[in-house]
């Protein structure tokens, strides 16, 4: 049984789409699969014997470290950060680094075991709103009504002067807090029936309600609370006060299911689910599997279920079906992989996905993963379209100029005939 497991993990540390590796308490590599390997650009026996410095952002080389120290030492049992990589072409990336620590039966520490998620375009992502952030500050700190706007977490992520000065309270007591600490529970109450009501209808909501700024004094505002959400899916309460008293403050508190925070297994971020090979019954999904088809786990009990589900469109269902089927009948590790299929979430939502198993023959077991391409298949689409536009518009200049090159040649030729000097250099 450790065999399979052990070769169960080794298919999946191969062949999974994140980047994993295995570091040895000296802090050296000591095995990286694929996708580790092409995000640092480096082969894995140009890895294997460098150190983790070696690859790291200067400026971030002690990123971790005390973490690392602290898992040797029995003190912590995982940690994640965010580190900056240099590729050997020289480039920059950024990388997500979730760490766990192996340890053997006697609890004697072996290695790390590090996943690595690229995250390098979030980061540039995140540079543009900081370089974006003046200019937005700018502009609402110019509205006179104060504004609002509160993250998934219900923290303030923005606020305008016009608020601060209702709430009498500085922009740095609110910004990365829930600004409900200095109010009396009741209000707490009224608020929050009344963000949760926004969340979870979608609907604008206007409210009449009751206020104790930082300094006692209970003050009546009108709130109107409107729900914005990113390409992201993530989730964001808008706010405008009309203070009819004089003073402001009001406040949310979000319970918001996180779906995108995952641990190794059911944590990866990647979907993944098993299920057995002769019977196709479903032994395992972890929550990015069920989050991807957009389907809870109960929907699928056996494989067939998951093609009716995901695909319900007969046409479409039988053709993806036969050629999945005969893909994984084949044996062929090479055949099992499927890029942009598209799929349908229980909730009627299209996505496109690339999906990748893995048989495990002698366990009686598939492993299949999933990704979901949506965004970035849209942003490629998008980008043909523009590039398609543009060449079409090139090459329509071009003729035009070809042609007036001709026309100028011919009118020197009539002024050649004559006997007139030609009028074009050409």
Not at 12 to 35: H, I, M, R, W, Y
Not at 145 to 151: G, L, W
Not at 231 to 246: A, P, Q, R, S
Not at 261 to 280: C, Q, V
Request: with cysteine.
């Amino acid at each position: 049984m450790d065999n399979k497991i052990d070769d169960s993990f080794r298919i999946l540390f191969e062949q999974t789409p994140v980047g994993s590796v295995v570091v040895g308490l000296d802090k050296k590599f000591q095995k990286c699969n694929t996708a580790f390997c092409r995000f640092i650009g480096y082969s894995e026996d140009e890895l294997i014997g460098k150190t983790i410095s070696d690859i790291t952002h200067p400026e971030d080389v002690n990123l971790g470290m005390n973490e690392l120290k602290l898992m040797v030492e029995g003190k912590l049992n995982i940690a994640t950060v965010e580190r900056r990589y240099v590729r050997k072409d020289g480039s920059i990336v950024w990388g997500e680094v979730s760490i766990s620590i192996v340890r053997d039966t006697n609890n004697k520490p072996i290695c790390f075991l590090p996943i690595i998620q690229d995250i390098t375009q979030r980061k540039l992502a995140d540079k543009k709103f900081r370089e974006s952030k003046d200019y937005l500050d700018n502009i609402i700190n110019s509205i006179a009504s104060p504004i609002f706007v509160k993250d998934d977490k219900l923290k303030f992520c923005l606020v305008n002067n016009a608020l601060c000065t209702l709430l009498n309270l500085p922009a740095e007591k609110l910004i990365g807090n829930t600004g409900y600490e200095n109010f009396p529970k009741e209000q707490n109450e009224v608020f929050l029936a009344k963000d949760e009501e926004v969340l979870k209808s979608g609907k604008v909501n206007i409210n009449e309600e009751f206020l104790t700024d930082g300094k006692g004094d209970i003050r009546t505002i009108i709130t109107r609370k409107t729900l914005y959400t990113d390409l992201e899916g993530n989730k964001y309460i808008v706010g405008v006060i009309n203070d009819i008293t004089v003073l402001k403050q009001t406040a949310e508190k979000l319970k918001k299911q996180n779906d995108y925070i995952k641990m190794i297994l059911d944590n990866f971020p990647i979907g993944i689910a098993t299920n057995e090979i002769d019977s196709g019954k479903v032994t395992y999904i972890n929550r990015k599997f069920c989050e991807i088809y957009g389907w809870p786990k109960e929907e699928f009990p056996y494989i067939n279920f998951f093609f009716e589900k995901v695909f319900p469109d007969m046409e479409y269902r039988q053709l993806m079906q036969t050629k999945i089927l005969a893909d994984l009948s084949s044996g062929d590790i090479e055949r099992m992989n499927w890029d942009n299929l598209k799929i349908t979430t229980k909730a009627g939502e299209h996505r496109i996905v690339n999906a990748i198993n893995i048989p495990l023959t002698d366990q009686n077991i598939m492993v299949s993963t999933v990704q979901d391409i949506t965004q970035r298949k849209k942003a490629e689409d998008a980008l043909k379209n523009k590039v398609d536009e543009l060449n079409q518009t090139i090459s329509l200049m071009i003729g035009r100029e070809l042609k007036m090159i001709e026309l100028k040649k011919e009118i020197n030729e009539l002024l050649k005939t004559m006997g007139k000097e030609k009028k074009y250099d050409v």
